[in-house]
């Protein structure tokens, strides 16, 4: 499997971004989703896209949910260097992994995998450090 | 000139009303030195209404220091009690500490506010972001469980520290992080 040197995050809202249009790390938290099935492999999955061209941006950006769209913010471009750098830190070990999953709304789709059972604290820890790490930039939500 | 430089109540454990305006305001670049920073934090001292609810209190550091003026102390009938007490402890402590070392603060370059965001699982995310590296705390509804971290990128030779946080013993862990954010900010 190929993968692009970059990656995208949704950004819901402003709340997920400093005053200088950073994101928070929550932005990069890994949940238990309420509706969604269980994967086979129990990993905790935290959406991406990856950016194989700018399509990938538009789709993001005009990507809606319940009807309004999703990411009212914009998009954060990440780095997928750095993101492997990120997996090879030692408290993040082998618990970090990612996958292409493309949807049918979205081939560019796919997941940033937390290990099953990793604690919270360092869940939160990982999330600020692919924060911290891979960020590259903002864009703005166009359409908004 | 005989002027107060501040609003009172810069004591660590001091909250003032924003919206009472009665007290003397401060321009930004009336610094106090560290003889009058003692002498209010001696002569003032407000901890609470007479309900005992510290929740709509705000910060009153001088603006050019308040890295505290984003603090949001939680609801009481939304968020989790206990976090939104850790929470207040957190930036009592921490407003101590800055009074204190205002030497230290004073030498940044650039100065951030923290973020505060009260989470879906109940903790509170309080985090301070620069360019380079940014230092988180997470305070959780059960106690032992919040923790801190700071991490930076290449550019300050990917630095990855965290540990649990001890809402006892905050004072020199809040101290070498403000000191590591002052020298790298």
């Known amino acids: 499997m190929t993968y692009p040197d970059e990656f995208l995050k949704g950004v819901p809202n402003d709340d997920k971004l400093d005053s200088d249009n950073i994101p928070t790390s929550d932005l990069f938290y890994f949940k238990e989703s309420d509706n969604a099935p269980k994967r086979p492999d129990s990993k905790l999955e935290g959406s991406i896209s990856w950016r194989d061209d700018l399509g990938a941006d538009e789709i993001l950006f005009n990507l809606k949910k319940d009807g309004t769209i999703q990411f009212q913010a914009g998009i954060a471009i990440l780095c997928r260097r750095e993101l492997d750098k990120v997996i090879q830190r030692p408290h993040v070990n082998d618990k970090l992994s990612y996958e292409r999953d ?20 360092i869940m939160k820890r990982i999330a600020a450090t692919i924060a911290t790490l891979c960020f590259k930039t903002f864009i703005k939500n166009p359409y908004i | 000139m005989n002027h107060i430089p501040y609003k009172i109540g810069i004591n660590a454990n001091c909250f003032v009303r924003e919206e009472d305006q009665t007290y003397t305001t401060y321009g930004q670049t009336q610094i106090p030195s560290a003889h009058e920073l003692e002498k209010y934090e001696t002569s003032f001292f407000i901890t609470s209404d007479a309900s005992g609810n510290t929740s709509p209190y705000l910060r009153t550091l001088p603006h050019d220091i308040d890295i505290l003026r984003n603090a949001d102390l939680g609801t009481n009938e939304v968020n989790n009690k206990d976090v939104m007490r850790q929470t207040q402890k957190f930036i009592s402590v921490f407003q101590r500490i ?6 230290i603060v004073n030498s940044f370059s650039y100065l951030s506010p923290l973020n505060f965001k009260w989470l879906e699982d109940d903790s509170v995310l309080i985090e301070w972001i620069f360019k380079d590296f940014r230092i988180g705390f997470s305070i959780e509804p059960v106690e032992q469980d919040s923790s801190w971290y700071l991490v930076s990128n290449q550019n300050l030779e990917e630095v990855s520290k965290s540990g649990l946080l001890d809402m006892e013993d905050l004072e020199p862990l809040l101290v070498n992080l403000l000191d590591f954010a002052s020298s790298n900010s």
């Open chain 1, 102 to 121: 493309q949807k049918p709304e979205n081939k560019y789709h796919g997941n940033l995998l937390l290990k099953s059972g990793t604690e919270k604290r």
């Open chain 2, 98 to 103: 800055l009074l204190n070392n205002h030497n």
